[in-house]
């Protein structure tokens, strides 16, 4: 049973910076398509930022520049830093990994770790 566990939610001032970690429990780690999504209070769940298991990234407009994804396969852990934390990145972190095998697609969810920034 493959499972997604973050880490790294904090409360944080803005201007700050946070890492969030994503450990990809029995799982090949290195086969999956990883991304972060975010949901904040009274909004949908949005995708902020991708990697693929080329490690090709791509970023939505809202954080590009300030936050950076990243994946090690031999620790089976996708991070994203974060720097320049404004009150708006405030909301629970997603991870998500996906993985084709066969002609069925597989996907899977982190359990959510929150972040705050706030003074």
């Known amino acids: 049973q493959v499972q997604l566990v973050e880490s790294g939610g904090d409360l944080v001032q803005p201007g700050g910076s946070a890492t969030l970690s994503c450990v990809g429990e029995?799982?090949?780690?290195?086969?999956?398509?990883m991304a972060w999504f975010r949901q904040a209070q009274g909004r949908e769940r949005e995708m902020i930022s991708y990697?693929?298991?080329?490690?090709?990234?791509n970023y939505t407009d809202a954080v590009k520049g300030r936050f950076t994804i990243s994946r090690d396969n031999i620790r089976k852990t996708l991070y994203l830093l974060m720097t320049n934390l404004e009150p708006g990145d405030t909301a629970d972190y997603y991870c998500?990994?996906?993985?084709?095998?066969?002609?069925?697609?597989?996907?899977?969810w982190g359990q959510g770790t929150q972040v705050i920034v706030s003074a």
């Open positions: 998500y990994g996906q993985r084709s095998l066969f002609g069925t697609t597989f996907t899977y």
């Open positions: 029995n799982a090949q780690f290195e086969f999956y398509d």
């Open positions: 990697i693929s298991s080329g490690g090709v990234a």
